[in-house]
């Protein structure tokens, strides 16, 4: 089975010849990789160069974001299955061989991921779970039958539970109707804003129902978290803003899909909890304007409907009132310094032996 690795990169100097050494290093060898250089100042065309002809670069000629990015390196892709890779992950040696073994006994499976580990920029684990593990871990837990699974983890997808894309999932390249995916890309009003990972898998299941979707229960891939990550960023309002801005226009993308298959009981389902998770982010987004009426409305109706209750309520509540009393600006300051000290604690847990 011919395989594809599309890596994308954009000012990742630091982390890129790791990310493509991955790639070069698995058991079982791809037959291609090419990495998509979107436009980047920094020495990423430098490293990249190191590696001559093992890899082929493209060199966009002006900054396009991370979709744009990684539909070119699939548009330019000729293996039947093509692997995604950001610039600043790293995959362990035998990710492409598990994956391929999925796609290789199951004819119909055409997306496959796996579960996941952050680590810091130097590649330390950081002992983080996620609404990805727990997701996932539920599914696992639930059945091992690879069709009821396949059956859960397609709803997680349309349905933006947490179940993890980015590095981590292939896709089967003839499942893939790329010119209609590129036109509908085309048509978005923000496309600079939507990451290809999470409507690309939506896109193929949508126009695949009946096909199966795979997990391989391993920790397969390191997402390096770090400053100049493009999402997840609260350093300050703007850049909050400009991560939650990113995340409505990509669930707003993605339920756009769902909405255009009204005759599948799953995409409707879908369709409802996107409305929900919708509703958070217009909820985020009014509290770091300090929009303080419209936050408590948007937290009143996301309270009413149930969206929120246990811990994210908790969560939310104090953040709600730490912005009303000190203004987004302070509670994101306070935000940092408290991520700060856990990254600190969690230094002196490794120091200790404590956190492998």
């Not at 990015?69 to 699939?74: D, F, P, V």
């Not at 590649?123 to 696992?140: C, F, K, M, Q």
């Not at 639930?142 to 699974?149: G, Y």
């Not at 909820?283 to 303080?292: Q, S, T």
Request: aromatic share 6%.
């Amino acid at each position: 089975m011919r395989t594809s690795v599309v890596i994308t990169a954009y000012n990742l100097e630091r982390f890129i010849g790791d990310a493509v050494r991955s790639a070069l290093e698995q058991t079982r060898k791809p037959d291609e990789i090419i990495v998509v250089n979107d436009c980047s100042t920094d020495a990423t065309r430098a490293r990249l160069a190191e590696f001559g002809e093992a890899i082929t670069v493209i060199d966009q000629p002006v900054n396009k974001g991370a979709l744009r990015a990684a539909l070119l390196g699939l548009s330019k892709s000729k293996g039947e299955v093509v692997a995604f890779l950001d610039g600043d992950d790293l995959w362990m040696p035998t990710k492409l061989e598990k994956c391929l073994a999925l796609f290789e006994a199951h004819p119909t499976m055409t997306v496959v991921s796996h579960q996941h580990r952050r680590v810091d920029a130097d590649g330390r684990p950081l002992g983080i779970r996620d609404d990805t593990h727990e997701n996932i871990d539920s599914i696992v837990r639930r059945t091992s039958d690879p069709l009821e699974r396949s059956e859960l983890f397609k709803r997680s997808i349309l349905e933006k539970r947490g179940y993890w894309l980015g590095s981590a999932y292939c896709v089967r390249r003839s499942a893939v109707d790329l010119p209609a995916f590129q036109a509908w890309v085309d048509a978005l009003p923000h496309p600079e804003d939507v990451y290809l990972d999470l409507v690309l898998a939506p896109f193929v299941v949508l126009h695949h129902p009946d096909s199966m979707v795979g997990l391989v229960d391993e920790s397969l891939f390191d997402y390096r978290i770090h400053a100049n990550n493009s999402c997840n960023d609260y350093r300050d309002v703007e850049r909050a803003l400009r991560s939650v801005r990113r995340a409505y226009n990509t669930t707003l993308a993605a339920n756009d899909l769902n909405l255009r298959f009204p005759d599948l009981q799953i995409a409707r389902d879908g369709a409802k909890r996107h409305e929900g998770v919708l509703d958070q982010y217009r909820y985020l987004l009014a509290l770091y304007n300090d929009h303080r009426v419209e936050s408590l409305t948007r937290f009143a109706k996301l309270t009413a409907q149930g969206v929120l209750r246990g811990r994210p309520l908790a969560r939310e509540t104090a953040r709600l009132a730490s912005v009303l009393v000190g203004g987004p600006q302070l509670f994101l300051k306070l935000k940092d310094r408290a991520q700060s000290t856990a990254e600190q604690l969690r230094e002196i847990r490794r120091s200790l032996g404590l956190l492998s």
